[in-house]
């Protein structure tokens, strides 16, 4: 077992930033199998998140926490007294209408300023939230509703009205229902006008750190979702450590406040846990509900954020974009040097910072002074001109992407987690970047590697249990000494980095013996313009091949440099041209693994994967099974003998 404390560590600018302290390790045959951080906040021992609002006003009342779009397209400043006050007269009418502390209220709209403050709102009334996906099914929101005993329910818009009315007969604890969109928040704060201020007070102090907060049910790639059971607890040893730990993002060291707009939907507990540490540290957070490339880029440039929460999808679309639009303009040769440089200037930074190399050397520096107002400039301009960190999750970003971004100017925070440990349980810690992997463990947190290679996990971000609606509570999904197995494989390096390999029941074993992990594989091919979706298949068949879908955007794209505008999708799926580029990212890909584990065969589908055909989830993960189902009839012919 090993610790080592690193010097204090600086931001750019010479503000000073919390004492990192090297993971513990221990090491097993050889291999490094346990790995813990201590905490750099301590727990929380009283009150709840309906408290942050409260505390916020009383503290610095007139601090900017929130912001939102006018229907100008210009952004409002909301105080910390303003929200509060707010979140006090929707609360006040929650009560009013007759919930009680525990009851459980369900939120089912995209990401908006009216979710946060009806999520603050609830907790100040002493009740539990319920997350609904805006894009769930009337089957998926009746079983959420149902299992979750929720009494009431508020929706954005009359579609969701009406797919909640039509199974509300099947809903006999479901009381009231709510539309954002027809006054909703108007109406709470109409019916609650008549109760004093105190009743709120008195609700907030009634609740404590161990209590309840939301059951976020998982995604469900086997269509089971379970109620993940989330303490207030929870999130308390989520966000401060987190806060703590990204003192340069969350604790502005420039003269440019910190602020983020967030786009990822709150439905899911990434944009949730932010939402929560953004009130906690007083930054200033907007909302965009929308992420059609034209409504957020609009969003982007208007709001001008200082930081992202981003999944791999979004910083791909970015640079592929970029490229895409230096290939109209002749300019493709300069943007993918531009791209190497990058990519050499961010790994020579994360040398520097590990101490195994000198930095960039005086040609890099210059080379990347020269692209940057040509390429680097115009990336950052895409994302709001503002942006210099990122924290991403959900997949792996992958080397090569983070390399470029780290060296375009904007430092990368990847992370991995569930929603059992609401959200991130490992995270890169400042100045100290390992492109590739997912870094240390979450201050508070231990990472464990199972003898299977299953990670393991403890903590106090580590949820309470899954919802059992029999007993009205939680059931414990931990052991006995509090390890949580998350069902992903993971390797942990010497200095303590983690590195996601795959999901544990998605290991492919070929019919000659051979196990292939199917995730590293599939997050480089989607990380071509081309590629949409992708799924690599090969379990107890003789070889490895793969589905694959088209990208729109980059499909139109290349459509328009090789003229084939006009040709049929079921008929460009066959093009020998595209298939030749696509066959370019499958040889790409392939580097990666041996030739056993390679894809031998792939391919194209004149369809796409969503979360509306059944083939994603709402978080955007591949349904395997389903689509196994529904295009059994293309897999058996990657298998037939040609």
């Avoid at 508020?154 to 009205?161: F, I, K, M």
């Avoid at 954020?305 to 490229?323: D, H, Q």
């Avoid at 589905?547 to 460009?572: N, S, V, Y």
Wanted: one cysteine or more.
């Amino acid at each position: 077992m090993s610790q080592q404390e690193s010097a204090p560590t600086a931001a750019p600018d010479g503000s000073p930033a919390p004492t990192l302290v090297a993971p513990r390790t221990t090491v097993i045959d050889g291999e490094v199998r346990e790995v813990r951080v201590p905490p750099l906040a301590p727990p929380v021992g009283h009150g709840s998140l309906g408290d942050l609002p409260f505390t916020n006003a009383a503290e610095a009342p007139a601090d900017v926490v929130l912001a939102r779009k006018q229907p100008s397209g210009t952004w409002r400043d909301l105080t910390t007294a303003e929200f509060a006050a707010e979140v006090r007269a929707v609360a006040k009418g929650l009560i009013a209408h007759g919930l009680r502390p525990g009851d459980r209220l369900a939120i089912m709209a995209r990401t908006t300023y009216e979710w946060t403050l009806v999520d603050f709102a609830a907790w100040a009334a002493g009740l539990v939230t319920v997350p609904l996906y805006p894009t769930s099914s009337a089957h998926q929101a009746q079983a959420i509703l149902h299992d979750s005993g929720a009494r009431a329910c508020v929706v954005e818009n009359v579609e969701e009205t009406r797919l909640i009315t039509g199974v509300r007969g099947a809903l006999p604890a479901l009381d009231h229902l709510w539309q954002f969109n027809t006054g909703a928040v108007s109406q709470l704060i109409a019916a609650g006008r008549g109760l004093p201020d105190g009743t709120v007070d008195e609700r907030r102090a009634a609740v404590s750190p161990y209590d309840l907060a939301t059951l976020i049910y998982t995604s469900g790639t086997t269509g089971h979702p379970k109620g993940c059971a989330l303490t207030h607890a929870n999130f308390f040893a989520e966000v401060d450590n987190a806060v703590a730990l990204l003192h340069p993002v969350f604790r502005s060291v420039s003269q440019e406040p910190a602020s983020t707009l967030l786009f990822l939907p709150l439905s899911h507990v990434f944009g949730r846990m932010v939402a929560v540490g953004c009130l906690r540290a007083r930054v200033r957070l907007g909302h965009a509900p929308s992420i059609q490339t034209d409504d957020l880029l609009a969003d982007l440039a208007g709001f001008r954020p200082t930081f992202l929460l981003a999944i791999p999808y979004v910083l791909e679309k970015v640079y592929n974009t970029g490229r895409a639009t230096a290939e109209k303009m002749g300019r493709v040769a300069s943007f993918d040097r531009a791209a190497r440089i990058a990519r050499s200037y961010g790994e020579a930074v994360e040398a520097q910072d590990h101490g195994t190399g000198p930095g960039p050397g005086v040609t890099l520096k210059a080379a990347r002074k020269l692209y940057d107002p040509l390429v680097y400039r115009r990336i950052r301009a895409a994302l709001g001109g503002k942006v210099r960190h990122a924290i991403c999750g959900g997949s792996p970003l992958g080397h090569r992407l983070a390399a470029f971004y780290s060296g375009a100017g904007i430092e990368i925070f990847e992370g991995y987690g569930l929603t059992e440990s609401t959200a991130a349980a490992t995270l890169t810690p400042p100045l100290r970047p390992r492109l590739g992997t997912v870094g240390w463990p979450l201050p508070g947190t231990a990472v464990r590697i199972a003898d299977d290679g299953e990670i393991l996990l403890r903590g106090g971000h580590v949820f309470a249990g899954y919802w059992d609606a029999t007993l009205g509570a939680a059931r414990p999904a931990t052991d006995a000494h509090g390890w949580l197995a998350t069902g992903d494989l993971g390797s942990l390096d010497d200095d303590g980095y983690l590195t996601i390999t795959g999901r544990k029941k998605e290991i492919i074993v070929t019919t000659g013996g051979k196990n292939v992990a199917p995730a590293p594989l599939e997050d480089r091919l989607r990380s071509h313009p081309l590629i949409g979706q992708c799924m690599v298949i090969g379990d107890n068949r003789p070889y490895i091949t793969a589905l694959i879908t088209l990208e729109p955007d980059g499909l139109a794209h290349w459509r328009q440099t090789h003229k084939k505008q006009d040709l049929p999708l079921a008929e460009l799926v066959h093009d020998e041209r595209l298939r030749a580029d696509l066959q370019r990212a499958v040889d790409d890909a392939n580097a990666l693994v041996s030739r056993a584990e390679s894809i031998r065969r792939f391919t194209v589908l004149p369809v796409d994967f969503t979360d509306q055909t059944g083939h994603l989830t709402p978080s955007l993960k591949l349904r395997r099974a389903a689509i196994a189902r529904d295009f059994a009839k293309d897999i058996a012919a990657l298998y037939e003998r040609t």
